[in-house]
């Protein structure tokens, strides 16, 4: 039965394709190849669908358990379309009610992992793929081209979301555990020095997820929420120069949407599954964001925590710009001394150069008071010869390149809104794919 549609479909395409070629007297490749795909899956769908005709249940197995505590009887056999790898097939299989409660369960559903969903698992990986990949539009074209599945942009959208947010319930299982103290151990080698660095970049989003929150400017409204970065790396070798070396392919990511303690958690599990604690030295990079350094003291205590260098050099050349305004030359050359104390980690003279700084207005000075607490609270992160001297790197350049190739290019590009929810769903899906993790999830939720 199968076989004689499924070989009504091959006819049928022969005949097409010699057709063709009479006319022409040239064999068009592409349209060949494309159509025969097509009938593949045609074919194919045809076998599946015939797979997809559960039974009725036999008379004894017609009451399956209810959540409520009661029995749910079979009522009826029910189908639905199913868009599938090979396109769209019609599963039909049995319906439970419960007299009780009025729960509907299909089993059958929950077995093939088609529960609440017109697409099949395999199509829903595909489609979280793409979606993380790039725009959702540019998804549902990859679709089309690669896998021959007609799809809507929404679609896309909703399933790389809801896999997202899956990815995401379960990293959260995982934080709580990590909390309670109760993850495994991770064994391995010991690790001569582990990185974590730690950022933060706008995402703009729509206007209800900044009601009531105050933007950059003052009395302006925000257009961006602030997603967190962190990233975890390894470093076992530096060059000639004494410059460190990033271990290749050592790098992972987590990020979110989310208050600094709930991103605490989430870089210290990533940390601790990276090998923090056979970590032979330890270190945290960050710029002078408060936040940062509150999650290396409750989370990371005893890591060397370093201010990224060139922050550092930048809240200088602020000053610098203040002081001179539109005087190049001056500007220079006070960098120069400023900078170069800086560079070689003497704190408390640069912070006695700035005290004894000349202000003439009381802005000015206000300014410059700021920049003496900055510089003096991080002095024990500035230590830059003592960090080159041991290897470290002093820059969060890593971090950086980060914010730019996981959130910049797939949250930022022109035209995107984002609600907070999608944006940590597609973040959560992003990092997971990045991290090479999106295989060993997609098992554990077979399983
Ligand atoms: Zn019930």
Not at 5 to 13: N, P, T
Not at 34 to 41: L, Q, Y
Request: hydrophobic fraction near 40%; charged fraction near 25%; proline fraction near 4%.
């Amino acid at each position: 039965m199968i076989q004689q549609e499924i070989a009504r479909e091959v006819d049928r395409l022969l005949r097409v394709v010699f057709q063709g070629r009479r006319q022409t007297g040239c064999l068009d490749l592409e349209a060949i190849e494309m159509a025969v795909r097509s009938a593949m899956h045609q074919a194919g769908a045809i076998a599946l669908s015939q797979l997809l005709q559960f039974p009725a249940p036999a008379a004894e197995r017609r009451n399956i358990p209810c959540s409520c505590g009661h029995q749910a009887g079979f009522r009826e056999l029910r189908s639905k379309p199913v868009l599938t790898a090979v396109g769209e097939v019609t599963v039909s299989r049995p319906y439970y009610l419960c007299p009780r409660c009025h729960h509907g369960q299909f089993p059958a559903d929950v077995e093939l992992d088609i529960e609440n969903t017109e697409f099949s698992p395999g199509v829903r990986r595909m489609e979280a793929v793409v979606g993380q990949e790039a725009p959702f539009d540019h998804g549902r074209q990859q679709m089309k081209l690669l896998a021959g599945l007609d799809l809507t942009t929404k679609a896309v959208e909703r399933t790389a979301e809801a896999i997202g947010e899956d990815v995401a319930a379960r990293e959260r299982e995982e934080m709580h555990r990590a909390m309670q103290l109760d993850l495994p151990m991770v064994v391995g080698n010991p690790i001569p020095i582990l990185y974590v660095e730690v950022d933060g970049t706008g995402v703009p989003v729509v206007k209800k997820e900044t009601v009531g929150r105050q933007g950059k400017t003052e009395g302006q409204p925000s257009h961006t929420r602030e997603a967190k970065l962190g990233c975890v790396f390894t470093q076992t070798a530096w060059d000639r120069e004494g410059y460190a070396i990033r271990d290749l392919d050592s790098t992972t990511y987590v990020g979110a949407i989310e208050t600094a303690e709930e991103f605490g958690k989430r870089i210290y599990l990533e940390a601790w599954k990276r090998g923090w604690s056979r970590a032979e030295k330890k270190v945290v990079i960050g710029d002078g964001a408060e936040w940062i350094w509150n999650i290396a003291a409750q989370h990371f205590p005893g890591a060397i925590q370093i201010v990224d260098l060139f922050h550092a050099r930048q809240h200088l050349w602020d000053l610098a710009r203040k002081l001179y305004p539109n005087q190049e030359a001056e500007q220079r050359r006070w960098m120069m001394i400023h900078q170069n104390l800086l560079d070689q980690g003497k704190m408390e003279d640069l912070t006695a150069a700035l005290r004894s700084t000349d202000s003439s207005s009381p802005e000015l000075a206000e300014k410059i008071r700021i920049e003496i607490g900055y510089f003096a609270n991080n002095a024990e992160r500035m230590r830059y010869p003592k960090f080159r001297g041991q290897h470290l790197f002093v820059g969060s350049g890593v971090i950086e390149a980060g914010c730019k190739t996981i959130i910049g290019s797939r949250c930022k590009q022109s035209g995107m809104f984002w609600t907070v929810r999608g944006a940590n769903a597609i973040l959560a899906l992003r990092c997971c794919h990045f991290n090479d993790r999106f295989e060993t999830y997609w098992e554990a939720r077979r399983a």
